[in-house]
């Protein structure tokens, strides 16, 4: 069976005819005392029954014992673990399956409320390849239209937007590869953006084989074969909107190649196409909020397999803007696919504002940075700067990597010949960034995204499994961007 994306969402409701229990939020626990929300009886309940300080949680009987409403105390903070987006998840862990109403006593701001809706809403994701709604009448689920303090309509919104569109980023790299395939993966993403009617133009068999020879090189070696996928949306045709690209790697599965890896190593590299659904999802959010911009999507898919057709360490491939590149490692697939990508994505008309490409690139980011902070290169002061504020703002960070650029010359071979990983097996991933780098034009805008793509260990609201790192960032930045373009 193909996977169908589902992006109905679990934990809110607007049903009035269900009765809710008020949830009263504070962020400072001294503001209860002088509260008239409940009695006085009830509150020495609570700070009999309930360590509220460091809990974050108590509950308040009615007069006949029976359940009445819920306390939780909540503190901004920009530390990831400890966000309001954490503390919200783990709340909607604790609470009892009713409705209920949110009410901010204390003094939030929008983006608290904000981060308290997204939390509670990324809590109640759970992967499944066969989605099964549990009924909203016997869950916990969060009243959005009811309570005191609660956010605009838009942003409400855009919170779930932003929600649906981490959980298809997690399906996407959840799902098995043998689902996931090449072929099937152009299939889905027609699928679930069939409501925003994109022009989706696909690239494969003979065609992408002339045209696109690296992408091919990796993928010709797999009985699924590879194809490049060209997604183009606006919410209207004639604007002055600024022309945004987003790339992303999509390996279905790497095996290594001929360079196989080991078997601990392959286990988890169905998520090496988690640059694919990052990008997907970002552009999943955009057109769900009609962002004021011309967005263009960029898909290399293949899977590097081991065959008769496979790649061999050494071999020269000319790119398609003809660059002669030598095989370094036939497990260092990934910048391949996306070279040929970046050449395509600028030989457009239309002037780019900036390209970004994500990817699941390499071990030595994750050395270097840990699994949970994607490393950042970029050619570009002011998209560099961007994206890092953004990235504390939104509290989903990465980290600038430079462009070092004497480290160019390990990936120069003689007679112009272009090594694909270079001769030293240090500094990897700033090799890697610039070995992408020499497929951009000097005029380009361009940043490259170096993510795991993965959960290591679970926590409420972000379980073990294929993670968007870096989507909400990247979603906010160029919202703001537009924004700013269009004054």
């Given amino acids: 069976m193909l996977y169908s994306f ?9 049903n009035n005819k269900i009765k809710s ?4 939020i504070f962020n400072n626990l001294n503001e209860l005392n002088s509260a008239d929300l409940i009695n006085v009886e009830q509150k020495c309940f609570l700070k009999s029954a309930f360590d509220l300080e460091n809990d974050n949680l108590g509950f308040f009987p009615d007069k006949n014992g029976a359940l009445a409403g819920a306390i939780t105390i909540i503190r901004a903070s920009k530390e990831p673990k400890k966000s309001i987006i954490d503390q919200a998840a783990k709340i909607s862990k604790k609470l009892p399956a009713k409705k209920w109403a949110t009410n901010f006593i204390s003094t939030f701001k929008d983006n608290d409320k ?11 994701y759970n992967f499944s390849i066969e989605k099964r709604k549990e009924s909203h009448t016997k869950s916990r689920t969060l009243c959005s239209n009811q309570g005191s303090g609660i956010i605009s309509k838009v942003l409400l919104e855009k919170c779930f937007a932003e929600i649906k569109s981490i959980f298809l980023t997690r399906d996407l790299i959840n799902l098995p590869p043998n689902i996931l395939t090449p072929y099937n993966y152009e299939k889905i993403i027609k699928t679930c953006f069939k409501e925003f009617s994109p022009k989706i133009t696909s690239y ?4 992408l084989e002339k045209d696109f020879p690296l992408i091919n090189v990796v993928g010709r070696s797999s009985e699924n074969k590879p194809t490049l996928i060209d997604i183009e949306w606006s919410k209207n045709k004639k604007n002055n909107f600024p022309n945004i690209t987003l790339i992303g790697k999509g390996v279905t599965f790497d095996s290594g190649g001929l360079d196989l890896k080991p078997s601990k190593s392959m286990l988890f590299m169905k998520k090496d196409m988690g640059g694919s659904a990052v990008v997907l999802g970002i552009a999943y959010a955009l057109m769900c909020i009609n962002c004021p911009v011309n967005l263009r999507v960029i898909l290399p898919l293949a899977e590097n397999s081991v065959s008769e057709k496979s790649m061999r360490p050494l071999d020269i491939v000319f790119s398609r803007n003809k660059t002669p590149v030598e095989i370094g490692n036939t497990d260092a697939e990934g910048r391949l696919l996306l070279a040929d990508a970046l050449t395509f994505s600028q030989e457009s008309k239309a002037k780019h504002d900036f390209i970004i490409d994500f990817a699941t690139l390499t071990g030595a980011a994750r050395v270097a940075l840990g699994t949970e902070l ?15 504020n953004e990235g504390i703002e939104q509290i989903d960070p990465m980290w600038r990597l430079p462009l070092f650029k004497s480290y160019e010359t390990q990936l120069e071979k003689n007679s112009g010949i272009l090594s694909s990983t270079g001769s030293s097996g240090t500094g990897g991933a700033i090799t890697a960034a610039l070995f992408l780098n ?12 170096d993510l795991m793509a993965w959960n290591t260990s679970s926590r409420p609201g972000f379980p073990i499994g294929g993670e968007a790192m870096g989507l909400r960032n990247i979603v906010n930045m160029i919202i703001k961007y537009s924004q700013k373009k269009l004054v």
């Fill in 6 to 14: 589902d992006n109905n969402l679990l934990g809110f409701c607007e």
């Fill in 21 to 24: 229990l008020p949830l009263y």
């Fill in 114 to 124: 904000y981060n308290f809706f997204l939390g509670w809403g990324l809590s109640f």
């Fill in 204 to 207: 494969k068999d003979k065609q």
């Fill in 374 to 388: 994607p490393a950042l290169f970029t050619n570009n002061e002011k998209l560099g700067n961007d994206i890092i």
């Fill in 438 to 449: 020499k497929f951009i034009n000097e005029k380009t805008n361009w940043a490259h995204v």
